[in-house]
């Protein structure tokens, strides 16, 4: 069917042509390594093929920076990833109170071959932070977070927002939908006002305000399709990395939903 000029708006007009947002552009979708936790890496690395998840965040508890973990855990499974068809492209190293906590996550994360590190470094410290990270050629998300009992430094977009403020690009957030919503804000508005500085998503879904009970997405708060929907208007191009954060055998839950996270992608 072709259509003339009036024709064509007409047909929009009237929902004749359903046009999709961001025709041709995918999300990427990937999984932070906090969510297989509980089994090894050997193990991770098989789930991950077997979901053919070619992107990742290392989120796992023994590779984070205050453990102070050896270079060669690093590499040994970098060469498992390498073999696999895996990147890391992002590494989170959540304590970066000085020089040091970022110079030796940079390390890591340049043995991981990642382009971006995860962190929540505050004060004095953003500035080197970013010069640095300029100088590396990667780039920093500032990450939001929920505690319980206890204020964060960074829990709304606007503390976000301040903390970025005179930093360069290098510099952006990486938004946790979950975390969002635990500290009682909206997480489709959160995406609006942090888009420009969005460097990677950590994507899950929250039972309740003040509180971090993980269900599957669409089941809890975080308003998953409107967030997906909010992330295609922006083009954004990083990775959205599902997070489940729940002991227990969560294999199939996982599975369900890296499926149900691509439909919307």
């Known amino acids: 069917m072709t259509y003339t000029r009036r024709g064509l708006a007409q ?23 906090y969510t297989y936790h509980a089994i090894s890496t050997d193990a991770m690395i ?12 290392m989120s796992r508890g023994e ?3 205050f453990n102070k973990p ?22 989170y190293a959540p304590t970066i109170k000085d020089k040091a906590d970022l110079d030796g996550a940079i390390r890591f994360a340049r043995i991981l071959g990642c382009s971006n590190i995860t962190g929540d470094p505050t004060g004095g410290v953003l500035k080197y932070v970013d010069e ?23 829990e709304s977009p606007e503390d976000i927002l301040r903390a970025l403020d005179g930093l360069s690009e290098t510099v952006g957030c990486t938004l946790d939908v979950g975390h969002i919503v635990s500290c009682g804000h909206d ?15 950590h994507l899950k879904d929250i039972q309740a305000r003040g509180g971090e009970v993980n269900v599957p997405l669409g089941q809890g708060l975080c ?35 890296i499926a149900a996270a691509r439909k919307m992608a």
């Open 46 to 57: 098989d789930q991950l093929r077997a979901l053919k998840v070619t992107e990742i965040e």
């Open 132 to 154: 640095r990270m300029s100088e590396e050629g990667m780039s920093f998300g500032i990450h939001n977070h929920y505690f319980k009992n206890r204020k964060f430094d960074y």
């Open 223 to 257: 308003r998953i399709p409107e967030v997906m929907k909010e992330l295609h208007r922006i083009g954004f191009k990083g990775l959205i990395a599902l997070e489940y954060e729940k002991d227990g055998d969560i294999l199939d839950d996982v599975r369900r939903q």
């Open 63 to 65: 590779f984070m920076n």
């Open 187 to 201: 997480t489709v508005d959160a995406v609006r006002k942090l888009g420009p500085r969005l460097k990677l998503v």
């Open 70 to 91: 050896p270079a060669e855990l690093f590499g040994s499974f970098r060469s498992k990833i390498d073999a696999a068809g895996i990147r890391c492209v992002s590494y």
């Open 11 to 33: 047909a929009l007009s009237a929902g004749a042509l359903c046009v999709p947002l961001m025709a041709g552009r995918r999300l990427k979708i990937g999984i932070g390594a």
